[in-house]
T-cell receptor, first 116, second 111 residues
Framework: GAVVSQHPSRVICKSGTSVKIECRSL??????MFWYRQFPKQSLMLMAT?????????EQGVEKDKFLINHASLTLSTLTVTSAHPEDSSFYIC????????????FGDGTRLSIL | QKEVEQNSGPLSVPEGAIASLNCTYS??????FFWYRQYSGKSPELIMF????GDKEDGRFTAQLNKASQYVSLLIRDSQPSDSATYLC???????????FGTGTKLQVIP
């Protein structure tokens, strides 16, 4: 199967802290990685699409300077929430796919971020 | 704007029954169709994907695709309480276009 590892699983930190979340495809090379955010009892919201070696494509309304995405290799993408505030508290989930959008996305376990 | 519609539920079925989850989509050019299961507080996990009209079976799960009517469904046979979750339908128009997720149907299997 396709395994995607996401770390850390849970973060609790003070307002103003920057938080980095890692997403790794363990057994395949991920052409594309995606970052989602999900608030309680709401649906997945795509934040950005990340391709190895190029700049991420952000969805409308997502601040690229607030949510920094780096996709340095075919197996690793990182999301940094800069100067996090309580309203950034959410469940952040990454996914990865081998090829184009006809290939299924495989999700990491998610990171629950709580900003105090 | 491409849309994927699902009834939010909850859909309640007794244990052992067949659960039928439906999804309709707006883009007639859609090529790939995915079903994910998401337990409360967890991330989605892939159950099945289907590309061609007709049925695709995997264990207790059957995906059904009808491109002419623009719907895709997921049947769960012999439903178990452990199947209780939210089921997400996702549709792709191919290439490097964005995959569109439905808002999910909550399934409750009653023991």
């Amino acid at each position: 199967g396709a395994v995607v590892s996401q770390h850390p699983s849970r973060v609790i930190c003070k307002s103003g802290t920057s938080v980095k979340i890692e997403c790794r495809s363990l057994d395949f090379q991920a052409t594309t990685m995606f970052w989602y955010r999900q608030f309680p009892k709401q649906s997945l919201m795509l934040m950005a699409t990340s391709n190895e070696g190029s700049k991420a494509t952000y969805e409308q309304g997502v601040e690229k300077d607030k949510f920094l995405i780096n996709h340095a290799s075919l197996t690793l993408s990182t999301l940094t929430v800069t100067s996090a505030h309580p309203e950034d508290s959410s469940f952040y989930i990454c996914s990865a796919t081998r090829g184009d959008s006809n290939q299924p996305q495989h999700f990491g376990d998610g990171t629950r971020l709580s900003i105090l | 704007q491409k849309e994927v519609e699902q009834n939010s539920g909850p859909l309640s079925v007794p244990e052992g029954a067949i659960a039928s989850l439906n999804c309709t989509y707006s883009d007639r050019g859609s090529q790939s169709f995915f079903w994910y299961r998401q337990y409360s507080g967890k991330s989605p996990e892939l159950i099945m994907f289907i590309y061609s009209n007709g049925d695709k079976e995997d264990g207790r799960f059957t995906a059904q695709l009808n491109k002419a009517s623009q719907y895709v469904s997921l049947l769960i046979r012999d439903s178990q309480p452990s199947d209780s979750a939210t089921y997400l339908c996702a549709v792709s128009s191919g290439g490097y276009q964005k995959v569109t997720f439905g808002t999910g149907t909550k399934l409750q299997v009653i023991p």
